[in-house]
Structures are given as structure tokens and as C-alpha cells.
């Protein structure tokens, strides 16, 4: 039996791994399967043609790495780029930064532009950097769509209308780990070169799928990057895309089960009704902060992400005792703070394939733990708070209607 049990379901609200529905957990419990047998390759090729639906395009080329996102972002980088190319990658929060450590670490020249946590990037600076660039020395830039760890959204839009406006050739390549398959994102109308997601996050898949989208201009890229390149490389995924076969090495058949269930239930739903589901759940979950009087890390309106929301606490609680009691006392599984912001906030997840009663069984929990820890909230506030709005704002369920 599991050491850590305990009654009823485990209330899982941090920002990934996420939630598994049932009919996806149903679709992996399978035996393996010979991956060259005719069945696989048949499945693989309607996932990926349907993978181009999440990222919103219809040039784009996508990959199915077994990998994680971290492995997505290497992919990412060395299929597009060669040591010493200077890039320019915004450090935000906690995932920016392993980012830029691994650009760093891949031997780019890095342009880091740094925001204090909870800002968004500095697109004002971008926009500097570019237009001074008259010698396109600037390969990349770098971004993550919505920062994990503080709940900031960037504008993608606005970094497409940058580059266009000094016309500057420079790859555009996104993090989209926690935004793609729940936020607005349009790859071909942003103009996107690279955009990449994990499994684990809005697609409600286990860990072990990193999903990468390339634009005709990044597999240009390709011909000229010198980064060395072997498990994530582009080229040999390609090249048995053109056979038919689609595979260079084995690929996890359970996941791919479980992606065809998942992508069916995006679609069922509506991917617009996905995205439009967790904007109700953001903002009643920013709505329930409000209520018990606290503020959300992220320092702009327009930033607010609608994945996850980092609460910051008073300087007298640690955050850190806010996610351990929670998961001693009720089954709840809310974020951590990481590293600068660490024993400040604490994170709600609410992405994936999650409704509107489930999120307000959380948000009572919340209300219970910061009771425990000493904090003076008004039991049932941000509840209230939430319910209101969800009740004037949830939809019938367009599958019932």
C-alpha cells in the first residue's frame, strides 16, 4: 500500500504534472506494440497532422520527442542555432532561467534581459536591441509564454510586430510549456519559428512527451546550425517522415495512445472553449486572492496568467508551511515558491482538464490551510468571491447541450 495515502482523491493544483482524465488513463493501459508494425505509424501520422491544431498552424512541422520540456528547449536550440550565435532570452522567473542556463551552457551568446519577478519581459528593450541592430548579429530571441513560477503572461504579439516593424531576420523561438493547449497562442499569425509544450501541462498527459512545432524558416535554420545534435535532431525525425515510418527510435506507445485521447477531448470541448475555460478559472481564482486580501505576484493586469496564479503571502508566514500542510492535512497539492521567490508565494495551478466545481473545492482548501498557518481570513471569502462569477460566467457543457 502507499506509505502516503489518504482518503479520496489527492487535489492536484500545482502548475504540472497536471490532472489525467480518466478516458486518457483508459488509453494507455495497453500492452506495447511493435512501433513498425503498420498501426503505429497510421496513429502517428493523424497525431501530428492534429498536434498542428494546439499550436495554430498549418506550415508548421511538429515532433513528438520522448523527452521532457527541457528537452524540448534543447531541441529547440540546436537544431536552429551555432555556438557563439548571440541571442537575446528575457529572464522572468525560475523556468527562464534554466532556459538561459542552458543556452549558456550550449555555448550561445546570451543577451539576457532581466525583469524582477512578477514583471513581464522588457519588450522595450527588446525593441531597442533590434533597432540597433543594423548588422543582424542578433540570431534569436528567446521567450517564455507564461512563466511558471510567478503567473506572467508575455505578449507574443508584441515581439512579432518588434522584429517585423526594424524587418530584422532573427528566429523567434517560445517556451509555450505552460500556455499551448490553454492560452491564446497562433504560431502562424505570430509568426512563431519554434514553439514547443510538454505533455504533462495543458494536454493532461503524463510526463514524457516534449511536442515541437518548426516553421519552414527554423527548418531553413537547420541547414546552417552547427550545435551538435544527435537524440533531438530534427533531420532524422524528417527523414523517416519521408519513409513513412516516422520514427528514428522507439517511441512510448502508451503516450501516444494517451495523446489521441487527449487531443479528442481538446477538441470535443472546442480548442476556443478550452482556452475560454481557463480564463474563467484564472479569473476566479485571482478574484478569491483578492477576497482574502492578498496580492498576486505578478505586477501588471495585462500579465495575469490564466494557468496558474502565485500568491504572495505576509512576511510573517512562510509559503513553504502553506504547500506542506495543505498536503498533510487535506490532499491538497498547491506550488512551491522557487528560488527568489521561495517561502514568499505560493502557486494555484489550474490548468488542464479541470472545471469550475473542482477549482472551488481547492480554493476552500486554501481558505482551511491559511486559517491553519495563522492568517486571518474570513472562511467562505474568496469561495464566494469565486462561485459569484463562475456562476454568472460557466457555460452549459457544449457536449450536453
Not at 206 to 218: D, E
Amino acid at each position: 500500500m502507499d506509505y502516503v495515502n489518504g482518503p479520496g482523491r489527492n487535489h492536484l493544483f500545482v502548475p504540472g504534472p497536471v490532472n489525467i482524465p480518466d478516458q486518457v488513463i483508459r488509453a494507455m493501459s495497453r500492452n506495447n506494440e511493435d512501433y513498425r508494425s503498420p498501426a503505429i505509424p497510421a496513429l502517428t501520422k493523424v497525431l501530428i497532422e492534429d498536434v498542428k491544431k494546439i499550436f495554430k498552424t498549418t506550415s508548421g512541422t511538429p515532433f513528438l520527442f520522448p523527452t521532457t520540456g527541457t528537452g524540448a528547449w534543447e531541441s529547440a536550440l540546436t537544431n536552429t542555432l551555432s555556438p557563439g550565435d548571440r541571442i537575446v532570452s528575457f529572464l522572468i522567473g525560475q523556468f527562464s532561467l534554466l532556459w538561459i542556463d542552458q543556452q549558456q551552457r550550449l555555448k550561445f551568446n546570451v543577451d539576457v534581459v532581466e525583469s524582477d519577478w512578477g514583471q513581464g519581459a522588457n519588450l522595450d528593450i527588446l525593441a531597442s536591441k533590434i533597432a540597433e541592430d543594423k548588422a543582424h548579429t542578433i540570431k534569436a530571441i528567446c521567450i517564455v509564454h507564461n512563466e511558471t513560477a510567478t503567473g506572467v503572461t508575455n505578449n507574443l504579439a508584441t515581439v512579432r510586430k518588434i522584429l517585423d516593424h526594424y524587418q530584422h531576420p532573427a528566429l523567434f523561438l517560445v517556451d509555450g510549456v505552460s500556455s499551448i493547449c490553454a492560452l491564446d497562442f497562433r504560431m502562424d499569425e505570430w509568426g512563431v519559428d519554434v514553439a514547443l509544450t510538454g505533455s504533462q501541462k495543458a494536454l493532461s498527459l503524463p510526463t514524457g512527451l516534449g511536442i515541437v512545432c518548426a516553421s519552414p524558416k527554423a527548418l531553413e535554420a537547420t541547414k546552417t546550425a552547427k550545435s551538435v545534435r544527435v537524440f533531438f535532431d530534427w533531420n532524422d525525425y524528417l527523414k523517416f517522415y519521408k519513409l513513412g515510418t516516422y520514427w528514428p527510435y522507439t517511441p512510448s506507445i502508451q503516450l501516444l495512445y494517451g495523446l489521441r485521447a487527449a487531443l479528442d477531448l481538446i477538441f470535443e470541448e472546442g480548442l476556443d472553449n478550452v482556452i475560454a475555460r481557463h480564463g474563467r478559472l484564472g479569473k476566479a481564482t485571482r478574484l478569491a486572492v483578492e477576497a482574502w486580501g492578498l496580492k498576486n505576484c505578478t505586477q501588471k493586469e495585462e500579465c495575469f496568467s490564466d494557468t496558474v496564479t502565485a500568491v504572495i503571502v505576509p512576511s510573517y508566514i512562510d509559503s513553504s508551511e502553506i504547500v506542506r500542510r495543505a498536503w498533510k492535512r487535506y490532499n491538497l497539492s498547491l506550488g512551491l515558491g522557487l528560488n527568489k521567490v521561495a517561502g514568499k508565494v505560493f502557486r494555484i495551478g489550474h490548468l488542464g482538464n479541470l472545471n469550475e466545481l473542482q477549482l472551488l473545492g481547492c480554493l476552500a482548501g486554501v481558505e482551511m490551510v491559511l486559517k491553519d498557518v495563522g492568517y486571518p481570513v474570513k472562511l467562505g471569502s474568496g469561495v464566494a468571491a469565486a462561485s459569484a462569477f463562475l456562476q454568472n460566467s460557466t457555460p452549459l457543457i457544449p457536449s450536453r447541450i
